[in-house]
Structure formats: C-alpha cells, structure tokens
C-alpha cells in the first residue's frame, strides 16, 4: 500500500537548497518540471518548495494557529566516511558525533540556514514491501 516517502522544504532559497542536495550531497534527482527537481534516496524522496515570503512558512499555513514541526534524519553506513566525503564537497558539520546508542549521530548546515541530523544506526531496518 504505502510505497515510499516524499518530503517538502518550504523554503526562500529553494533554488539554493536544491543545488545543495544535487551538488553536495550528490542525490540524483528529476526534473518535475521547470527546474523543480526532485530528489531520489534510497527509501524516500525530497521535493524543495519556495515558503511563503511574508511569513517564511509554507504557503496556506500562515494564520492558522497551528504549529508544525518535523525532524528530517539521513541515514548511512559508515558516518566517518560519509562526513569526510561531504565536509570535502564544503558540507559544514554543526555538532560533533555523539553515540546516542541507537546510533551514532551528527547533524549539518543546509541553506537556509537549517540543520538536518546524519546518523549511522546501530539497528536493524526490517524490510518494507508494498
């Protein structure tokens, strides 16, 4: 049924981000259209969207009263590694490793001026299958 993931960034620098995750992080990605890239991950995807430029929220939400927020983690198999890659394509790194025990975990800049969590579990993914 449920078949995979598709996050949003509302963002003013939505362009920005995107060259990010195609630049930096080396996602590939597609064209929906326009230049609105999508980007393809191993277990999801992410689809970077201009916010509303009076409130920097996405557009619809503003006035509502209500509060949202989300966490966005990457994931990888070896954190070294992958943060020696990144910091080498100019990632900057905003914590130290910390074993978290279910992980090892970091977390990292992104424009603007956003942080996102990378971490290396230590747990077992089990299979998903639609």
């Not at 996050?7 to 990010?20: C, G, I, K, Q």
């Not at 890239?37 to 995807?45: A, K, R, S, T, Y």
């Not at 977390?107 to 230590?122: A, K, T």
Request: glycine share 12%.
């Amino acid at each position: 049924m449920i078949k995979g993931l598709h996050v949003t960034f509302f963002t003013p620098d939505a362009d920005e981000l995107r060259n990010f995750f195609r630049d930096k992080l080396g996602l590939p990605s597609s064209d929906a259209g326009g230049g609105w890239l999508i980007f393809d991950v191993p277990e999801g995807e992410i689809g970077c969207h201009p916010a509303d430029e009076e409130s920097g929220q996405a557009p619809g939400s503003a006035g509502s009263g209500v509060t949202v927020s989300q966490e966005l983690s990457l994931y990888c198999d070896d954190l070294q590694q992958t943060m020696s890659i990144l910091k080498e394509r100019g990632v900057e790194f905003t914590s130290e490793v910390e074993d978290k025990g279910y992980a090892l975990t970091t977390r990292f800049r992104i424009p603007g001026n956003l942080e996102i969590e990378l971490y290396q579990p230590r747990y077992r993914k089990s299979s998903a299958t639609g």
